[in-house]
Structures are given as C-alpha cells and as structure tokens.
C-alpha cells in the first residue's frame, strides 16, 4: 500500500462522489460479487460440497500435491531470488542490465508458452535434454519434477522483485562496517543484510506462494494431468466443471481462492508497520 | 500493496557507496550457478521455441501462424487485449486516484480487492466470472461462450497492474504545484490535464504495457468462461494448447513465438519508459 506522504486533504466537489461510487460500483462488479458467489455456491449444500472433496482420496491427492510443489517451489525461488537480487544489487558485471530485464520474462510469458517450452527441453521423447535424463532415470515431463520446474518458472520474478528495491534502500554502509570489523561473508549475510531484508523476503514468498498454489496453464501442460497422480488443485477445478461435478469444483476453488485471499491480507497487514 | 511486485523499480544503475561492487570468487561461483540454473529453466527453454518454430524454415512459421484458424485466434487476442488495455488506462488511473486522494469507510477492503485478481488462480478467476456472468446469472446476463466473455476476462485478470503502478507515483505528487495552478485560475480539468496528467503519464504507460502483456498471455481465465469456439472466442494460448495435444510441435511453437515477440517488445517498451522516468527524476 502506497502511504501518501503528506496529509490527505479530501478532495472538493461533487466529483469525488461520482469518482468514488463509480470505483466502488466497478470493483463491486468485477471482483466482489463474484468472488462472494463462488463462496455462495461452494456452501449451496452446507458443507456437503466440502465434505465431497475433502472424502475423495484423488481430491486429497491433488491437494497434497499442489502443497508439497509450492513449498518446493517458493524455497528454490526463495534462496535464488535473494541470491540474485544481491547479486544485482551489490555486484557490477557485465551483461547485468540484460539479465535484469530477462528476469522478468516469466511475468509476461504464457503459461502454455512455459509449458511448452519446458516440454521441448525436457519431453521424453524427443526433447533437448528429456530422452538423456530418462535414460538415465529421470523424468521430469509427466511427473512431479516437470509440475515443480513449471510452477518455479511462472513464480520466478516475485522474490526478486520485492528484495531488490528493498536491497536498494538499506544500502551497503552496515554490511561493510561488519566486514571491516572482521565478519566473514556469511555473518555478514545473516546478521547485517537478512534482517534488514526480511520483510522484503516475506512478502517475495506469500506472493510466490499465492502464485505456485495457483498455477493452472504451465502445469496443464507438463502434468500429463493424471488422475491421482500428476492432477493438481486447478486441474480438478477444471475436470470437476467439465465433468458436471460443479459442487466439488465449486469447493475447491472456494479452498484456493480463500488461501490466495488469506495471502493478500496477510501481505497488506504487515507491510505498513515496515517504513516503505 | 504490490506496488514493489507490479511496477519495474529496479533501475538500471543501483545506488551504492564505497566498494567497487566487482565479483568476489565466492560471487562468482554464486552468479555461476544462479545462471547455469537461469539458464536450465527459463533461457534454454524459451530458446528451444523459437528454435522449434524457425527449424521448418520461414515458409512453415508463416504457414504455421497465418491458418485462418490461428490468424482469428491472434487478432481476437490482440484486439481484446487493445481494449482492455484502453479500459484500464481509464479506470486504474481513476481507482488509483480515489485510494490515494480520497477517504471513506472501506478503503482498506478495495486495497484487498485490487489485488485479488493478482493473487487467485486464474481456472478459479474463470470460475469466479462465470458464477456471476455465466447460465447461472443472479443479473440474468450469460455471456458465457461470447468475446465478451474474453474482454471480461481480461479485465478481471488486468486489473492490478495500472492501478499498483500509478498510484506510488501519484501518492508522490507534491499538492502545492497543483494549488498553484488552482489559485492561478487553473480549472480542475487543466490541473489534471496540464499538471497531473504529464507526472503519470510514464507510470500508466508501464502498467498499460503489463496489463497489455498480461492479457496476450492469458490462458487459465477464459477455459471455462469464453469456450474456446474456433474462429469466434478461441485466444492464441488456447490454440497453441491444442496444437500441443495434436502433437504438432512445431505449429504451437511458431505461435508461441509470436506471443514471445509480443511481451519481448514490451519488456523493451517498459525498459525505456524506466530509462526516461530515471533520468528526468
């Protein structure tokens, strides 16, 4: 949230009425309302939609799977988004300003595009790489590791993006003040620059993990979408709709979209307390 | 709230005091990996589409993306996301004006709202529309199936970004340049347009750019909302999609490259705006 610096002095005229009721009626349509109906149909039967899914063991399955890949996913992209983001910041190398520009690639690639570019790297038939690894006894394509590479793929920019102007701000004084008093690197990381850091980090992996639990294109593609195997969360979304089972799709999209929900008000609670 | 997340604040000259900045060994190895890993995920990746769609040669891409089929699903995609664009160049700069200028009970929960979109999973944003627009409308309106179904769609997933762009900047916005204006005779509409309107102008510019290449890009949103119908409400991801069902790699890596172009020419677009804005601040 974006604090005004100044006193908000209230604007004059009728035309902040006609401005305010236009935002609100426009946020009401588009977002509101629909969101409070998915919650409406989901409870249509009391908690018998609930009860279906959370009793169906392929539903429990997807559920499982789509946590254990997004927490996977959220510490790949965690540990590499700060690993990265000191490097930009702290560091000058050559072709920085392009690798900057390129990190931010995932946020406006396709997520069929992500899917199918991963299928042609690493398919087991006739990907890049995807016929050696099989080979030799991995597969990533149709399995769990294809599910992890595309959902760090799609959520690869948020840590970053919220470490860097942080890293920014703090500047480096502190950290070389440690350094000549004789920290070693790794002191210097976990004592001086994390906590400096942290809500930077905290915000990077709410919002990542918001996205990672969320992925439904990039996943559809690489997944193989089996039936208690590779489906995840979204995908019984979709295959519950298609397949007239509106109640359990109904609910398990009420289940995503309370954790997204619960992520976004996790994330605009505490940011104001930290002096943005 | 995300402003950090939706606006591209990293410039391209970081601040910094005293050291050099130049890689250590153990920076080196870290950049190593970092990049071997960059590479392995995204990089190799994106380069094996294009790759995939140039291998046939030139004749076959151009085949490939001029089917009456995919050309339907290209323009519809572009266009729809033109005027979505245009419809949050409007409304994210006044929503943003209202968070910041104005006060009212229930702020806080529209600040929640803008962001909602950002954050669910966009087969849940599709069926979110649905329950509202779709058969089952309270409002009576099925748009379930048409291109209005796309642009609402869009609209849905776009929100976020003009709004979390301008309104840093517009909360920056010094109040005494637009008071003198004021008392120098200034009406309210030549304050905004003269005053206001020059200050925001980069900041719509980069989330009118996101929400461009958002739109182009989406997928999730519109399986179960627009109904994918060839020629009609079919968008270039779902095309792509099914090419890749039918086994016809290259074709849905030809189209795959021209939505590459597309966000390729907007992180350029965004990349200079950033340039423009660093160096008048």
Redesign the interface.
């Known amino acids: 949230m974006a604090e005004p610096s100044t006193v908000v002095r209230p604007a004059r005229g009728p035309g902040r009425y006609v401005t305010r009721v236009l935002v609100v009626a426009y946020l009401f349509f588009l977002v509101a309302w629909p969101l409070f109906l998915v919650g409406k149909n989901a409870f249509a039967d009391g908690f018998e939609n609930i009860r279906g899914i959370v009793e169906d063991p392929d539903i429990v399955h997807a559920l499982e799977l789509t946590v254990t890949v997004a927490l996977i996913a959220v510490v790949i992209n965690t540990v590499f988004g700060v690993g990265i983001s000191l490097l930009l910041v702290r560091y000058r190398f050559p072709g920085q300003r392009l690798l900057s520009a390129l990190l931010d690639m995932p946020l406006s690639v396709s997520p069929i595009v992500v899917g199918l570019a991963l299928v042609l790297v690493y398919g087991g038939r006739n990907g890049w790489f995807g016929p050696a690894l099989e080979s030799a006894g991995f597969q990533v394509i149709f399995a769990t590791p294809g599910i992890v590479m595309a959902t760090v793929f799609v959520a690869l920019p948020l840590v970053i993006r919220e470490v860097v102007p942080v890293l920014e701000e703090v500047g480096d004084e502190q950290e070389q003040a440690a350094r000549s008093l004789g920290a070693n690197a790794v002191q210097t990381f976990l004592r001086i620059t994390l906590p400096a850091i942290k809500w930077g980090v905290v915000y990077g992996v709410v919002l990542s993990l918001a996205r990672s639990l969320g992925e439904f294109g990039a996943v559809k593609v690489v997944s193989g979408n089996v039936l208690g195997e590779t489906r995840t969360a979204t995908l019984v979304v979709e295959e519950n709709y298609l397949n007239f089972d509106k109640g359990g799709a109904y609910a398990t999209a009420f289940l995503l979209a309370l954790v997204a929900v619960a992520c976004i008000v996790v994330v605009s609670v505490i940011r104001p307390k930290d002096n943005r | 709230?995300?402003?950090?997340?939706l606006v591209?604040?990293?410039?391209?000259v970081?601040?910094?005091?005293?050291?050099?900045?130049?890689?250590t060994r153990?920076?080196g190895l870290?950049?190593g990996i970092?990049?071997l890993?960059?590479s392995l995920?995204?990089?190799?990746?994106?380069a094996?589409?294009v790759v995939?769609a140039v291998d046939g040669g030139w004749a076959a891409f151009w085949d490939a993306v001029t089917t009456p089929q995919t050309a339907a699903a290209i323009r519809l995609t572009v266009g729809t996301a033109f005027l979505v664009t245009l419809v949050n160049i409007v409304?994210g700069t006044?929503?943003a004006?209202?968070l910041?200028?104005?006060?009212?009970f229930?702020k806080?929960a529209?600040?929640?709202?803008?962001?909602?979109?950002?954050?669910?999973?966009?087969?849940?944003a599709g069926?979110?529309?649905l329950?509202?627009?779709g058969p089952d409308s309270?409002l009576g309106v099925d748009i379930a199936n048409t291109r209005v179904a796309v642009f609402l769609a869009f609209?849905?997933v776009t929100?976020p970004f003009v709004v979390r762009t301008v309104?840093?900047v517009?909360?920056?916005l010094d109040?005494e340049v637009e008071d003198a204006a004021a008392s120098l005779g200034a009406s309210?509409f030549t304050t905004f347009r003269r005053i206001i309107l020059p200050s925001l102008a980069p900041a719509i510019a980069a989330g009118a750019a996101?929400s461009f290449?958002?739109g182009?890009?989406?997928?999730?949103s519109l399986?179960?909302l627009s109904g994918n119908l060839p020629m009609r409400t079919e968008v270039?991801?779902?095309r792509?999609?099914s090419s890749?069902e039918n086994d016809n790699?290259p074709a849905?890596?030809a189209v795959?490259t021209v939505?590459?172009a597309i966000?390729f020419v907007?992180?350029v677009a965004?990349?200079v705006i950033q340039r423009r804005v660093v160096r008048r601040g």
């Open positions: 709230m995300t402003s950090a997340t591209p604040d990293r410039p391209a970081s601040r910094r005091s005293g050291r050099d900045g130049r890689l153990a920076s870290g950049l970092a990049m890993w960059f995920l995204v990089l190799i990746p994106l094996a589409v995939t409304m006044l929503i004006w209202v910041v200028r104005d006060q009212f229930g806080r529209l600040e929640v709202l803008i962001d909602v979109p950002f954050a669910l999973p966009t087969i849940v069926l979110v529309l329950s509202l627009y309270p609209l849905f929100l309104q840093p517009l909360a920056e109040r309210r996101l290449a958002r182009v890009s989406e997928y999730g399986v179960l270039t991801s779902v792509i999609l890749i790699l849905a890596a795959a939505l590459l966000s907007v992180i965004l990349d």
